[in-house]
């Protein structure tokens, strides 16, 4: 079982559409996780943290269940430029440093208008 | 914010020459650079940890003699292709956490390697 599970997709949208994308992590010691960005052919960019209580930015929620070692992404009212690739991300747990990340392949997101 | 820049953006190479890639923190100094790599439709992957002054630590299967790693200042790093390979041709992505900093990454543009 890889440590971090996407949805490949594409994921085909109209714009103001809500999209949710899902992330399954094996490690259950895992103590971090995010959200990255990427749009094509560029680096990853960080988009939001994701705490237990789960926590929303905007457009933008994301949810944590420990339980069933799960991690959800909610959009709302997407915009054309929220067209990327959406990354899971999950910390390994040892060492201080976050370069320890697991960062799994992505969904990608194509919103029309 | 902090800045990561990477340099080349592009690099086309024939098999058999070395490629350097330099990762430099713009406007702070970074106490530790991940090196990772990316093929197409795939996920990044770790390559190193290079903390400033000291040996690179490499993840399993990344062959240190052929990527080498310098990380001579807080503020560059470098990563060498030795006798690339077709294989080779990737993504390569720095990204360094501020020294006294939270561990946030701050990652660079990525180079795009490719071997002829």
């Known amino acids: 079982r890889k440590e971090v599970e996407q949805d490949p997709g594409p994921f085909n949208v109209p714009e103001g559409a809500t999209v949710a994308f899902n992330c399954t992590y094996s490690?259950?010691?895992?103590?971090?996780f995010f959200w990255y960005r990427q749009d094509c052919r560029k680096e990853p960019k960080l988009l939001m943290s994701?705490?237990?209580s789960g926590n929303e930015d905007g457009r933008f929620t994301a949810q944590l269940n420990r339980a069933s070692q799960y991690i959800s992404l909610l959009i709302r009212d997407s915009k054309l430029s929220d067209s990327a690739t959406y990354l899971c991300?999950?910390?390994?747990?040892?060492?201080?440093?976050?370069?320890?990340?697991?960062f799994g392949k992505g969904t990608k997101l194509s919103v029309k208008p | 914010g902090a800045v990561v820049s990477q340099h080349p953006s592009w690099v086309i190479c024939k098999s058999g020459t070395s490629v350097k890639i330099e990762c430099r923190s713009l406007d702070f100094q970074a106490t530790t650079m991940f090196w990772y790599r990316q093929f197409p439709k795939q996920s990044l992957m770790l390559m190193a940890t290079?903390?400033?002054?000291?040996?690179?630590?490499?993840e399993q299967g990344v062959e240190k003699d052929k990527f080498l790693i310098n990380h001579a200042s807080l503020t560059l790093s470098t990563l060498t292709v030795t006798s690339a390979h077709p294989e080779d041709s990737s993504f390569y992505i720095c990204s360094a956490t501020k020294r006294g900093g939270t561990g946030e990454l701050f990652f660079g543009e990525g180079s795009r390697l490719t071997v002829l």
């Open positions: 991300v999950v910390k390994k747990n040892y060492g201080g440093s976050q370069g320890n990340l697991i």
């Open positions: 490690n259950s010691a895992s103590q971090s």
């Open positions: 290079s903390n400033e002054g000291s040996k690179a630590t490499y």
């Open positions: 994701v705490y237990s």
